[in-house]
């Protein structure tokens, strides 16, 4: 299967479908409201963003959000989704690049641009937005695992392919190089939280690139 026809990286499974509303006209605007949604657990994770902090960035009452979303969980989903195909997008971008190193470069650099981006809350949701939680958010916290993973599983397959296909050496361990990069991503984007600059987090990048296996 080509990269353009595989799902898109890091995404959870198509949103949980409405529930019927009793014939009143929704009062609000569903893309505007998940995407203010999606920014309050980018910035205070699932567990730590409440009902009363979502409702109030998403400008709906209670019921509305049950309605249109299902529950808490439900909408968390949809927000990672959305992050996804919004301000993630870059990572399959990055995948359908013709050289791994220009892949990889996307990938590092893209991490670097959307963490220190000050319009966004900071990090990376898919980083930080269940690492962490209680008994009752395991659920959450097990699904964001296997997102992350299916992620590295097609980052490890493009390289594999670059490795066939002669852009990478034929002795790469292709395993430990995908992790060596989405241990980069990671990292960057978890310093980037704690106020290491654009400039600085690029310099890293930089380093990284100069040890990138040449074929």
């Not at 990269?3 to 949103?15: G, I, K, N, Y």
């Not at 509305?64 to 919004?86: N, Q």
């Not at 791994?100 to 000050?118: F, P």
């Amino acid at each position: 299967m080509s990269l353009s026809a595989s799902p898109a990286p890091f995404l959870t499974p198509p949103p949980m479908a409405e529930k019927p509303h009793s014939g009143r006209p929704r009062s609000f605007d569903r893309d505007k409201a998940l995407d203010a949604a999606m920014r309050v657990f980018w910035r205070q994770g699932y567990e730590g963003a409440s009902l009363s902090d979502l409702t109030a960035a998403m400008g709906i009452n209670r019921p509305s959000l049950y309605a249109a979303f299902g529950d808490k969980a439900g909408l968390f989903r949809e927000a990672v989704a959305r992050y996804g195909i919004g301000p993630g997008r870059y990572v399959r971008r990055a995948l359908g690049l013709p050289r791994a190193r220009q892949v990889a470069e996307m990938l590092l650099r893209g991490t670097v641009d959307i963490a220190t981006d000050e319009a966004n809350p900071g990090g990376c949701l898919w980083v930080q937005g269940a690492l962490v939680t209680s008994s009752e958010g395991e659920p959450i916290c097990r699904e964001m695992a296997a997102i992350r993973e299916r992620g590295i599983a097609q980052m490890r397959e493009r390289f594999e392919r670059a490795r066939r296909e002669g852009d990478l050496p034929a002795t790469t361990d292709v395993p430990a190089l995908t992790l060596f990069l989405v241990s980069m991503m990671n990292g960057l984007a978890v310093q980037a939280c704690s106020g290491h600059s654009r400039e600085a987090l690029n310099s890293a990048v930089d380093l990284a690139l100069r040890a990138w296996p040449s074929a």
